[in-house]
Structure formats: C-alpha cells, structure tokens
C-alpha cells in the first residue's frame, strides 16, 4: 500500500520532498497543501492502515544484549518469555520520527545513556519503512504505526507487563506516534510520556486525536527546540520546556532545514539522562510570558528537564538556557 501511495504523490515530483529548506516558508506552504494527519478512528483519506504490521518492528535492548537486538512480536508470547525481557524491571519505548530508522542517533543515544545508568528493558520501535517518504505520507502513517504500537502495548499487558512501569519517549512524529498509542491503551494510564520536539506540520492544537497532549499518559512532559516550524511551539503536556525560548538553538547557526534545532530536543534529553550537570529551568508566569519575551524570569520555582528519574513538578511552562555545544547543560545556577 505505501507503494501505492508513494505512486499517487510522484504525481507531484515538482516539488522536492526529501527534506524542508530554511524555516522555509515555501516547504511548509507546500506540506499544508496537504489535509492535517488523521486520527486513528478518521477514514477520511485513501482509507486507514496502509502501514503493514511488518513494517513495525519492536526491538528490546538490555544490559545483556545492548548491541544486538531480540525482536519482540506482538501476540507471540514465546518471543518474550525467550528474550531477555525482564518483568521486574521498568520499560522504556523509544521512538523515532520523519527520515529515521531504528539505528538513528534518536533511539541509539537515548538506548545507550539509560543502560550506562541501569538494566532496564528499552524497546526500540523501528517504523522506518514509514517514516523514510515524503513528509506528508509520513504524517499520515503516524497514526497507524500509534495503532500498532498500541496493540504491542496491550500485549504487553497481557502478559503481565504493568503500565505504571512504562515510560514513552517519542521524537518529532515519534512523539505523536507514542502519544496515539499512550491513548488507547487498554489498561492505562501510561506512567509517563516525553515528546521530543512533536512534530508540527499537518498536526492541530484543534485535533488532539491525531496528537500527542496531555490525556494520553498520566504525566506528559514535553522539550520544545524548533517550536512554530518542525515542532509545535504551543504547550502539548502537564510541562513544556522551552531550552532558549523554544524556537531555535544556539550553535545551530543559520540551521536553514530546522533540523539542528529540532534534534537538540532529543540530544539534551540523552545528555540528561547520564549527566551530573542537572538542566535546571525556570517556571514561567504563563506561556504567554514565554511567548512574548521568548525568555521567562521565573516565578522562584524550578525543575530540572529530563534525567534519568523523571523531575515531575508543578504542571507549566519552564524556560532555561542551555550550552551552544555538548555537554549542554549549564547546571543548577541561574537558568535565565
Ligand atoms: C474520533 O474519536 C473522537 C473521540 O475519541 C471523536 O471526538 C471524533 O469525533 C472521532 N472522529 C470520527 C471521524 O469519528
Ligand atoms: C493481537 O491480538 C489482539 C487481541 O486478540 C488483536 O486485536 C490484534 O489485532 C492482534 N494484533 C496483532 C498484530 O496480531
Ligand atoms: C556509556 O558507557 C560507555 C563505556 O563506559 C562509554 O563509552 C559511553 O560513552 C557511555 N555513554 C554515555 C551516553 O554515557
């Protein structure tokens, strides 16, 4: 079916489709040409599910086999019980977005920072047979990938696995891709999701089906790096945080394809995760704070972004700076 619809969008191969230009107003225009990403129960386009379940590949990683990864599938419980998948310990699900694969620096680094920390179960979710066309196809393959994803979910839960001990991580249309999931969950709710830069174009504030927000686990933490061009600049989670204000990232220069911003969202996360420098950010009076000044001076309260427990503390907007270059974070001094 991708082959399909990769067939219908070669009828506009005028446009160059392999990645945005600068900020670019002209790729974004010619993206929203396009009807928003659907929903998972939305039929509207050529019809729902043309993501093959083979397309979806559920890698787990451990301590034991940190380079070379056992297959999990869904509804096969014998490819569980025989992997070195272990039940007392907590799972993270990693996934990647547009023109990534499961061998992308988003999975890999994030796999690596938390199995230098402990022995946790990291599954990697490679959908890159859906993620490697065109902008558009992509997005509207985000939902149908949530939906698998879902059903390995529930899988898991079948077999004994609990939801309080899950934790989502989805960069880009990753982010979308595991909030879709988060949300039909049959025994939720999810522990905790962080979207990483949640991809923007063909997405709404409007249509929260098609998105990740806030519903979709029990805490939904979002890092905000290229807001208003490839990730969504408004609030998605119960805490948004703005490195630099949110929009563009220093040591990006002119970053003409938005892509050096929007991949520092996943890079201070993974730095987070193995750092003793905490990301400490502020909390803003009101995104509107944020918006206007692209800085907050903080109320007094602050929390640190990301790490290796998740920080959870008062629902908000949080602004902090970050270095132009690794290691990025600045410390427990003042973030403004
Ligand atoms: C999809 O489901 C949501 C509720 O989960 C509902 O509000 C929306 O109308 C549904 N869309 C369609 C096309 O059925
Ligand atoms: C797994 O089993 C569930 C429940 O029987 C079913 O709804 C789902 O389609 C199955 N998924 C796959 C990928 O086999
Ligand atoms: C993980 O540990 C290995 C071996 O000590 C080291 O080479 C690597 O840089 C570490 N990675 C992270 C992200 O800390």
């Known amino acids: 079916m991708i082959s ?29 040409m396009y009807p928003p990403a659907p929903a998972v129960n939305e039929t509207r386009f050529w019809g729902f599910g043309w993501v093959y379940e083979s397309d979806v590949e559920f ?14 599938k869904t509804n096969d419980s014998a490819s569980l019980r025989e992997s070195n998948f272990d039940f007392s310990k907590k799972v993270k699900v990693l996934t990647h977005g547009w023109l990534n694969n499961g061998h992308g620096p988003m999975p890999e680094s994030i796999k690596e920072a938390y ?36 059903q390995f979910l529930n899988f898991l839960i079948g077999e004994g696995v609990s939801m309080d ?9 990753g982010a979308h891709v ?10 939720g709710p ?7 830069d949640p991809a923007l174009p063909l997405f709404t504030l409007g249509n929260k089906d098609a998105r990740l927000d806030k519903h979709d686990a029990r805490h939904v933490e979002v890092i905000h790096t290229c807001g208003g061009y490839l990730g969504f600049a408004s609030p998605l989670g119960h805490i948004d945080f703005y490195p630099n204000g949110g929009t563009r990232q220093p040591g990006c220069g002119f970053d003409y394809r938005g892509l050096c911003a929007h991949n520092r969202a996943h890079m201070f996360f993974a730095e987070s995760i193995t750092s003793a420098v905490p990301f400490t950010a502020v909390r803003c009076t009101s995104y509107d704070e944020l918006y206007y000044t692209g800085s907050c001076r903080g109320t007094g309260e602050t929390l640190i972004m990301g790490g290796f427990d998740i920080h959870y503390g008062k629902d908000g ?10 290691p990025y974070a600045l410390g427990a001094g003042d973030p403004t």
């Open 4 to 32: 399909l619809l990769f067939a219908l969008f070669t009828v506009v191969s005028a446009v160059t489709w392999d990645a945005p230009t600068p900020y670019d107003p002209v790729w974004l225009a010619s993206v929203q």
């Open 178 to 187: 595991v909030g879709i999931a988060g949300a039909y969950v049959k025994k």
């Open 190 to 196: 999810i522990d905790t999701i962080t979207g990483l």
């Open 165 to 173: 001990d899950v934790h989502l991580i989805g960069h880009s249309l």
């Open 317 to 326: 907007i949080y602004y902090l700076r970050t270095n132009a270059e690794k």
């Open 59 to 72: 890698r787990l990683f451990t301590r034991r086999n940190p380079y070379d990864f056992q297959v999990l």
């Open 115 to 150: 199995l230098n920390v402990s022995d946790l179960n990291i599954i990697v979710v490679d959908w890159g047979v859906a993620a490697n066309v065109n902008y558009v196809l992509a997005s509207y393959n985000v939902a149908s990938v949530g939906r698998l994803l879902t």
